[in-house]
């Protein structure tokens, strides 16, 4: 029970806003060699969750920023500051106390998660040369756009466009957990405590990823 406020916002963020634009063919994002893009099967029947990459590959200092911009992205800011809201009225942990400097322990712990996550994560990008950008699969079905979505959670796209195990994320979201330990007090610093965090931070991603799969289709339906 101590972390169900984290899981409370599993989705809340995830469904309000879908940050990191997405990579994706037709849609006008990410059209140039900062950002790159990606190319689909034109045959409808050949559409499955796989696409076929033609991005272009960030820049090391591309990634760099692209991860660092994370820690203040609106949804990012959203997420830690209603997580705090949740511990406030929770009162977990105890030990921060109420009022306004315990909700800001609330919210650094929370940004202090998110800048552990995508450091650790950075990390993994340059040394197994990841591609930190979703990509999204306008064309199929539901089934396979979903698939497609949950799978980056754990399958990365390569700079050289091939997949491996997405040790970015799971590195990231569970070396965060641990991370987290040095400034959560006793009680919510222990072994279990840090596989929590990184298990909910997975589910997290994955839920974003959803959104950032299928919120444009909803957002702008006359592109689809």
Request: net charge positive; hydrophobic share 40%; glycine share 12%.
């Amino acid at each position: 029970m101590k972390l169900l406020n984290l899981g409370l916002l599993i989705a809340i963020p995830a469904l309000l806003v879908a940050q990191d634009p997405p990579v994706a063919a037709g849609d006008g994002t990410h059209q140039n060699a900062a950002a790159g893009s990606v190319a689909y099967p034109s045959d409808s029947s050949q559409s499955s969750a796989t696409p076929v990459t033609t991005f272009e590959p960030l820049t090391p200092g591309q990634k760099v920023k692209r991860r660092a911009l994370r820690l203040i992205e609106p949804v990012t800011l959203f997420s830690s500051a209603a997580g705090a809201g949740i511990e406030q009225l929770r009162n977990v942990p105890p030990e921060w106390g109420q009022g306004a400097e315990g909700y800001a322990r609330r919210f650094a712990s929370a940004e202090g998660f998110t800048a552990a996550h995508n450091g650790v994560a950075l990390g993994f990008d340059l040394a197994f040369h990841l591609d930190p950008r979703y990509h999204r699969l306008p064309q199929g079905g539901f089934r396979p756009r979903l698939w497609n979505a949950v799978s980056q959670t754990f399958l990365a796209y390569k700079d050289s466009g091939g997949r491996m195990i997405n040790v970015s994320e799971i590195g990231g979201n569970f070396g965060a957990g641990f991370i987290s330990n040095t400034w959560e007090p006793k009680g919510y610093n222990s072994t279990g405590d840090a596989l929590v965090r990184g298990a909910l931070g997975l589910a997290y991603h994955t839920a974003r990823n959803v959104a950032r799969e299928f919120l444009p289709d909803v957002m702008h339906p006359q592109r689809h």
